[in-house]
C-alpha cells in the first residue's frame, strides 16, 4: 500500500528557512511526479512545487519561484521542500501528493490530478 508522510514543518520568524520531507513508503511515491501543496485556513489547496522523480524535473508555482526548491532522494524514497526567505504569507499546512489521475499533469496547478495525501505538516512564519 503507497502512503505519503509529511514532516519538517514548525514555526519560524520571517526571513527564516525550513526544509520539509514527504517519506514514500516501501511501494515507493505510487507514481512518478510527486509534489508539494498547502492549504491555509478557509482557503483551497494550491500547488506550490511538482518533480518528476526520474529525472528530477521540476516547476513551481509563481508565488514560491526562487525561494523554494524542491529535490528527491530516491534511495530513501524522500522528496524535500526547501523554504527559503519565508513570508507570513507562506503560513499553511503543507502537504504531499503523487499524481495518480489518467493522463495527469506533473504541474503546481494540477491539484485535481494527485492523491496519496500524507497528513500534512503545519508550517507557520510570523512577521
Known amino acids: 500500500q503507497v502512503y505519503l508522510k509529511e514532516s519538517g514543518g514548525d514555526s519560524v520568524q520571517a526571513g527564516g528557512s525550513l526544509r520539509l520531507a514527504c517519506a514514500g513508503s516501501?511501494?515507493?511515491?505510487?507514481?512518478?511526479?510527486v509534489g508539494w501543496f498547502r492549504q491555509a485556513p478557509g482557503k483551497i489547496r494550491e500547488g506550490v512545487a511538482t518533480?518528476?522523480?526520474?529525472?528530477?524535473?521540476?516547476y513551481y508555482s509563481d508565488s514560491v519561484k526562487g525561494r523554494f526548491t524542491i529535490s528527491r532522494d530516491n534511495t530513501k524514497n524522500i522528496v524535500y521542500l526547501q523554504m527559503h526567505n519565508l513570508i507570513p504569507e507562506d503560513t499553511a499546512k503543507y502537504y504531499c501528493?503523487?499524481?495518480?489521475?489518467?493522463?495527469?499533469?506533473?504541474?503546481?496547478?494540477?491539484?485535481?490530478?494527485?492523491?496519496?495525501w500524507g497528513p500534512g505538516t503545519q508550517v507557520t512564519v510570523s512577521s
Open positions: 501528493g503523487a499524481a495518480v489521475a489518467e493522463g495527469y499533469v506533473c504541474l503546481p496547478r494540477a491539484v485535481e490530478d494527485f492523491g496519496y
Open positions: 516501501e511501494y515507493g511515491y505510487g507514481s512518478s511526479c
Open positions: 518533480i518528476f522523480t526520474s529525472d528530477g524535473d521540476a
